[in-house]
């Protein structure tokens, strides 16, 4: 296992297109997060599952975000009608969902909105 | 709530010691995170404490005190390399991980 991957590491696109990322987490790790961050600032959360269930969604998020984990394993993010604002790394991260146990982080999506 | 707060930049000499503090108020706790990201790239964990006291792990120490809602983050002998953000996490009951802004450290030979 390589560690958890996002795809695509790039995306730029128009103002007003969909996209969607998606984040394969490392085996058996039943926690996954999504967090946006901007330059110079933390790791923004967004929102977190446990298999396929999702906890909790960010209340700062807009209607425009939507985040799946259909078989409890990979999980995509798709933010609709992108606007400038949403430009930011995505970043993913797992871990196995015991209490002593860390978050390993993906390398992140780049979103450039245009 | 969560609140997570932590100074924005600092800077250091190389070889010195410096001391990255955090403060937190969450609603619930299990544990505090402390981890490093340089610019451009993922974060990397570098501490957890769930109890009260100091971990020690090589040039690195992570100090918790559940009572006052403070950590802190002592690095030793100061490399050029440590150059980066250092970011405080807070966990709570529910396994959710919550970020401070990040403290920038500036190393200066």
């Known amino acids: 296992d390589t560690g958890v991957s996002q795809d695509p590491r790039h995306k730029i696109t128009k103002r007003g297109q969909n996209v969607t990322f998606r984040c394969d987490p490392i085996?058996?790790?039943?926690?996954l997060y999504w967090y946006r961050q901007t330059l110079g600032q933390g790791p923004e959360f967004l929102t977190y599952?446990?298999?396929?269930?999702?906890?909790?969604k960010s209340r700062l998020l807009s209607d425009r975000f939507s985040a799946e984990r259909p078989k409890g394993s990979f999980s995509t993010l798709e933010i609709q009608r992108t606007e400038q604002g949403d430009s930011a790394m995505y970043l993913c991260a797992s871990s196995p969902g015991w209490t002593n146990t860390e978050a390993f982080f993906g390398q992140g999506t780049r979103l450039t909105v245009v | 709530g969560q609140n997570i707060d932590q100074p924005t930049e600092m800077t250091a000499t190389e070889g010195a010691i410096v001391q990255i503090n955090c403060t937190y108020q969450t609603s619930g706790f299990n544990g505090l995170f402390w981890y490093q990201q340089h610019a451009g790239e993922a974060p990397t964990f570098l501490s957890y404490?769930?109890?009260?006291g100091l971990e020690e792990k090589g040039r690195f120490s992570s100090f918790l005190s559940r009572s006052k809602g403070y950590s802190y983050l002592l690095l030793k002998e100061l490399q050029m390399k440590d150059s980066a953000s250092y970011l405080c996490?807070?966990?709570?009951?529910?396994?959710?991980?919550?970020f401070g802004k990040g403290t920038r450290l500036h190393i200066l030979p």
């Open positions: 404490n769930v109890l009260d």
């Open positions: 996490a807070v966990r709570d009951l529910d396994d959710k991980i919550i």
């Open positions: 599952f446990q298999n396929e269930a999702q906890l909790e």
């Open positions: 085996s058996e790790h039943n926690r």
